[in-house]
């Protein structure tokens, strides 16, 4: 079970931490994702961490600015949002992967929404 949360509204050039905290399994042998869809969009993967936190990914949008971690002490996946932009704009589910951290995904959390204004 995936559950997301850190989802809100935030100006254009702020910041936000989205926190997906998981249960059942071995946490550490997930893959982890977290995954957007904005309004009349393709869901697109943006960011992507591996179980050892070794392997990361970041889409070509998010570089520089988003950074995916992961605390297995704790069952639980960040994505911390930093220089948000309008486009940032879209419902975030965190996701995860038994076989490759970058999906296709088995399990998925129900999304929150993060809202940037400009």
């Known amino acids: 079970q995936l559950q997301a949360s850190g989802g809100g509204l935030v100006q254009a050039g702020g910041t936000l931490r989205l926190s997906c905290a998981t249960s059942g399994g071995t946490f550490s042998n997930y893959g982890m994702g977290w995954l957007r869809q904005a309004p009349g969009k393709e869901r697109e993967l943006v960011a992507a961490?591996?179980?050892?936190?070794?392997?990361?990914y970041y889409a070509d949008s998010v570089k520089g600015r988003f950074t995916i971690s992961r605390d297995n002490a704790k069952n639980t996946v960040y994505l911390q949002m930093n220089s948000l932009k309008p486009e940032d704009t879209a419902v975030y589910y965190c996701?995860?992967?038994?076989?490759?951290?970058?999906?296709?995904?088995?399990?998925w959390g129900q999304g929150t929404l993060v809202t940037v204004s400009s």
């Open positions: 996701a995860a992967s038994l076989s490759r951290y970058k999906g296709p995904y088995d399990y």
């Open positions: 961490i591996g179980g050892s936190t070794i392997a990361t």
